[in-house]
């Protein structure tokens, strides 16, 4: 017997509330264990959800049932579509939060939850025995909590964060903590270390808030959001809640003056922090030595809630000391008269290198143990919700026995993101980029519903109300795409009309795309008009897009299906790389480190040659053969 819970997740934060979110929705005892049960769900950083890339995971995360998107529709105040002027490929919903509000929805959501419970603690150890077979060292059995406390179960996910032996930089002031105010998980690397997995460190930052009644606004440039706004879940047709205004402005030569003349300060270039921080969210430090001939740095005034008093300057991450930090916020235009109610600071922390990991996110050294977020070696919230929700269903399906779901490069970001993390690792903090997808015509930030809610529902975590709606909103597709190839409007059908070469992809906003949609709306046959009035819409910009992209859409699809034939050919769980003596060194080293279970996998491996891939592909359909 395994005690009242089957499932434990350590770590309350993005990748902890999907994990157990997931888990107790299907049906298994779950337990959340967390340092602050009043701080599950906190934006320690930025409070804002989605963007390029990153949106597009949000929306995967809905399809599949996550509770991303149901709270970021919840707490938003200012929603925004990226890149409207360029194609839907890279469409990237975005949405400014209010901070309290969001983990208050979180919280509220997981308390819907009947198989979850949740306790306050710091985890001290994992418990484990000894593995006999199936490629694993050990077998998770149990935990054990600095009070002592101790709960048995099958299945561990450490979703930790920035907490694991973390330690907070300001100038030359250091502090252990994963957050301000918070604590830092300091037993948990040592016993990962103990089960034998090799451990990393990186570094990631934040910059200082202001108070929003000493800002100069009237200097500043307005970025107000979209209206309506577009919501993140597919349950939701519109959002209710009052929208504000984001504020742009701009370093200046004087800031960069005190920042080059206070380096040997900055803990990055004094050799206080030596791990690794992410190259694509730079410190306003990194951009003013990295990009010296710039004058100027775009910054961002985002209000972090409708009552907060605090305003995040988004893009100047820094740990320059508060001296250092104060006459340099003062120097931007629009800020000179700023009170800084928080300054920012740096955050190092462990991590688990990923080539420990299987596709799973369960680790190769100890079944049942799962990692997900920035443990992972990943940045953000959307990164770390994505393979909370995968680990939290597949810790599940471990539990009944079942296969674990593996997300492919062509269905999904968030499978790129495991992928690139288990095939190519990572030694800087992970982040999601639409360039890192190689099908990203397919991966839509609209057709997120149409990848992966069919899988969520087969999972079980798509419920009636939802698969109800997804599949109403495909009949109207269906319909919308056979009825637009006969409909004339103008004298041109809208299959003709959807097809126009010179069509502004920003333009639904223009007086002749919006006449033509209201004139479609209107002599739509009746089945659709009965239809909710946004769904409808939905269908008909669905069509649109793959009218438009048709010819590119085959393309890929082509592209795919060359994919998925290298995919299909599996490599054995037991296959001894290290034993092929016709392989160069490197590529046993390679191959045997990250242990890839198909040809496709192992042909993405950096510095995998082609002649080692015909070597490997002799030596499995030699082995298949003697098995057969």
């Known amino acids: 017997m395994f005690g009242p819970y089957e499932i434990i997740v350590i770590g309350g934060g993005h990748a902890g509330a999907e994990a157990a979110w997931a888990a107790s929705r299907l049906g298994i005892p779950t337990l959340l264990v967390t340092m602050d049960p009043t701080a599950i769900g906190r934006m320690s950083c930025n409070p804002a959800i989605g963007g ?119 100038g030359e002031q250091k502090t252990e903590g994963g957050r301000i105010g918070e604590g830092s998980a300091v037993g948990l690397s040592a016993a990962l270390a103990g089960m034998g997995f090799e451990l990393g460190r990186l570094k990631t930052g934040t910059p200082p808030r202001l108070h929003r009644d000493s800002i100069d606004y009237d200097r500043l440039e307005l970025q107000p959001g979209e209206n309506p706004p577009v919501p993140f879940s597919y349950l939701n047709d519109a959002i209710g809640q009052p929208q504000v205004n984001c504020w742009i402005t701009w370093t200046g030569p004087v800031a960069h003056e005190l920042i080059r003349g206070n380096l040997d300060r900055a803990p990055m270039y004094s050799g206080q922090i030596t791990s690794t921080g992410p190259r694509y969210c730079p410190s306003i430090e990194d951009k003013v030595v990295r990009f010296a001939d710039k004058d100027r740095h775009q910054i961002f005034l985002e209000p972090e809630g409708y009552d907060s008093e605090r305003i995040y300057c988004n893009g100047i991450s820094t740990s320059l000391p508060p001296d250092v930090q104060e006459p340099m916020v003062r120097s931007i235009q629009g800020l000179e008269r700023s009170r800084v109610l928080q300054w920012g600071y740096a955050v190092e922390y462990d991590y688990v290198p990923p080539h420990q990991t299987r596709p799973s996110l369960e680790t190769k050294r100890v079944a049942g143990l799962y990692l997900a977020g920035q443990i992972n070696g990943t940045s953000g919230y959307e990164e770390a919700a994505g393979q909370g929700l995968l680990a939290g269903i ?69 419920d009636d109300q939802r698969w109800t709606r997804f599949s109403e909103k495909q009949r109207a597709i269906s319909s919308i795409a056979e009825w637009s190839r006969s409909h004339r409007v103008d004298g041109k059908t809208l299959f003709e009309w959807f097809n126009r070469t010179d069509l502004d992809w920003g333009g639904c906003e223009t007086r002749e795309m919006s006449r033509l949609l209201l004139r479609s709306r209107d002599a739509l046959p009746e089945r659709l008009r009965l239809l909710d009035a946004a769904l409808v819409d939905q269908a008909i910009e669905a069509v649109k897009i793959e009218v438009k992209y048709g010819g590119y859409i085959r393309r890929q699809l082509k592209e795919v299906e060359k994919f998925r034939k290298a995919e299909v050919c599996r490599i054995p769980e037991d296959f001894d790389f290290d034993s092929i003596r016709e392989l160069r060194f490197e590529a046993r080293e390679k191959l045997s480190r990250v242990a890839p279970r198909s040809i496709g996998q192992a042909q993405r491996i950096s510095g995998i040659t082609p002649a080692d891939i015909a070597i490997v592909l002799l030596y499995v359909e030699r082995r298949r053969r003697l098995s057969a």
């Open 52 to 170: 390029i890339g990153k949106g597009q995971m949000v929306r995967e995360i809905d399809a599949l049932g996550g509770l991303m998107g149901l709270a970021t529709d919840r707490a938003g105040i200012q929603f925004r579509m990226l890149n409207r002027r360029k194609g839907p490929a890279v469409w990237a919903p975005r949405a400014q939060c209010d901070k309290h509000l969001y983990e208050k929805s979180v919280q509220e959501l997981l308390a819907t939850c009947r198989n979850l419970d949740i306790t306050t603690g710091t985890v001290e150890a994992i418990e484990t025995r000894r593995e006999t077979g199936g490629g694993h060292a050990l077998r998770v059995t149990g935990l054990t909590l600095t009070d002592g406390r101790r709960f048995a179960c099958r299945c561990v996910i450490i979703t930790t964060g920035t907490f694991l032996r973390a330690l907070m930089h300001c």
């Open 394 to 462: 597949n810790a599940a399906r471990g539990v009944q026995g079942r296969e674990p779901i593996v997300l492919r490069r062509d269905q999904a970001y968030i499978g790129v993101m495991i992928d690139d993390l288990v095939t190519k690792g990572t030694i800087e903090p992970y982040r999601m980029f639409t360039s890192r997808a190689e099908y990203r015509l397919l991966l839509r930030s609209d057709n997120a519903d149409a990848r992966l809610t069919t899988l969520g529902r087969e999972v079980g975590l798509v």
